[in-house]
């Protein structure tokens, strides 16, 4: 069943349009609440929110929204879109939500919400709460609206829970670290763990002003990152995202490594260690076959998924694997928590970097990736990849990369592009078979 509001990763868009308006928020609020009203106990929902000015907005509306149908509500302010994750779940609340729009420009915006259990909802819950926001959802009796308030320690608690994920018998005493945190949710809280673990902290993104989150900073601009870097004389560099569910890591000479690499290090420290289970990792199918081949090469296995870290986590749950991710830098510890956590994950980097006692370049450069390259065809209408010129096109690109590389053909599930990507060993062949593709797609869609 087609969803009306909810994405891959909850409901998100341009702050004041539809549906990222204060309207919309105040019915998520209710129809949510409404939904996890079960049972006769009191109910509580805990609200966490990166640094756009337009969080104001959205979270106020959310309060009004669920205390309407009965719900107390515990505010956080901004905090890590993890630590609303596991917060839900330690402070035993009925629900959780996470303003943020993660790695987008300021001007957008997203609600996130989390079960009891700290996962994300699954498709049954947020068809439900979409249709209870389609619809009148009974208001509570006077006497029964919910009370709102913040606390002041949920900061505190997710630094204690990050700093309880590192190795007890190390620390990162020495080592000279800088900490990108986009000028977003993890402004404070990441600093502070990584300087309480023993680091020398250089901290850069750490002052926001509502709209200079993800702003030539964090995860996805990490230039600032790896000129800092070195200029500081920096043992490594760690890039987070706007909602810090995401990570990248620069080494000493500032050369950016990107999730793929930074699975494989974790990976194989947890298989020497006889932590890693499932005998290998989840990744998506965007994730490079040098990392594929490097697993095989210390046999372990590489279980790929569609796009999209939701899916990661599936299959890592319903096969028994503890660590998975995405190339973007999406990494799940299932150990640990039940969504990407991009401070978590880079204390598992800095616990191999403590270890080995060797240069980042060193240890976080596990493999050579293979030439890889995507674009992408935007079309006007119909259905490029069921015409019979592009499906032989496509085959016979597949024919030719077999055995040294892979093609990937995908349509976007939000605008009307396809994605085009191949890697091999060759760039020149790869250029030549992407731009085959891309040119029999246009073709088909012109």
């Known amino acids: 069943m087609a969803r009306k509001y909810f994405g891959t990763d909850g409901i998100r868009g341009k702050t004041n349009i539809a549906p990222m308006t204060a309207a919309m928020a105040m019915q998520v609020g209710m129809a949510a609440g409404a939904h996890f009203r079960r049972g006769d106990h009191k109910h509580r929902v805990v609200i966490g929110k990166d640094t756009r000015l337009s969080g104001y907005m959205i979270e106020n509306a959310l309060v009004a929204g669920f205390t309407s149908v009965g719900m107390d509500v515990v505010l956080f302010g901004p905090m890590p879109t993890p630590a609303v994750a596991m917060l839900t779940h330690s402070m035993r609340a009925d629900m959780g939500v996470m303003i943020s729009a993660s790695h987008n420009p300021y001007a957008d ?176 199918v965007m994730s490079n076959l040098g990392l594929e081949r490097h697993l095989a090469s210390q046999g372990l296995g590489l279980v790929r998924t569609a796009v999209g870290d939701r899916y990661v986590l599936e299959k890592m749950r319903s096969s028994g694997y503890n660590v998975g ?52 065809v935007r079309f006007a209408g119909g259905r490029p990849l069921e015409n019979d010129a592009v499906k032989s096109v496509i085959a016979a690109a597949e024919t030719e990369l077999d055995g040294t590389g892979r093609v990937l053909i995908r349509a976007s599930g939000t605008e009307p592009v396809i994605r085009v990507m191949a890697e091999g060993e060759d760039m020149g062949q790869i250029e030549a078979v992407v731009d085959r593709i891309c040119d029999a797609v246009r073709k088909a869609a012109a």
Not at 199 to 215: F, L, S
Not at 349 to 368: I, K, M, N
């Open 325 to 376: 991710g995405e190339q973007s830098g999406h990494i799940i510890l299932s150990d640990y928590a039940t969504t990407g956590d991009g401070l978590v994950a880079a204390l598992q980097v800095l616990a191999e970097l403590v270890r080995s006692g060797a240069p980042a370049s060193e240890v976080l450069h596990r493999f050579d990736p293979l030439p890889q390259l995507l674009k992408n």
């Open 109 to 284: 915006n997203g609600i996130k919400l989390f079960g009891p259990d700290g996962y994300k909802l699954s498709d049954a819950d947020e068809l439900a709460i979409e249709a209870l926001i389609d619809s009148e959802v009974p208001l509570a009796p006077a006497a029964d609206i919910g009370r709102a308030k913040r606390i002041d320690d949920a900061k505190g608690r997710y630094i204690h829970f990050a700093k309880s994920t590192f190795p007890e018998d190390l620390r990162l005493d020495g080592l000279k670290v800088v900490v990108d945190c986009a000028n977003g949710a993890a402004y404070q809280v990441a600093p502070s763990a990584l300087w309480e673990l023993g680091a020398e902290v250089v901290a850069i993104g750490v002052t926001p002003n509502g709209k200079n989150i993800n702003d030539q900073v964090g995860s996805t601009a990490p230039l600032t990152l790896c000129e800092t870097v070195v200029a500081a004389g920096a043992h490594i560099g760690i890039a987070l995202d706007g909602d810090a569910d995401r990570l990248i890591v620069v080494d000493e000479h500032g050369e950016i490594v990107d999730g793929d690499q930074l699975m494989a290090t974790i990976a194989g420290g947890w298989a020497r260690q006889g932590r890693l289970r499932g005998g290998g990792l989840v990744a998506t």
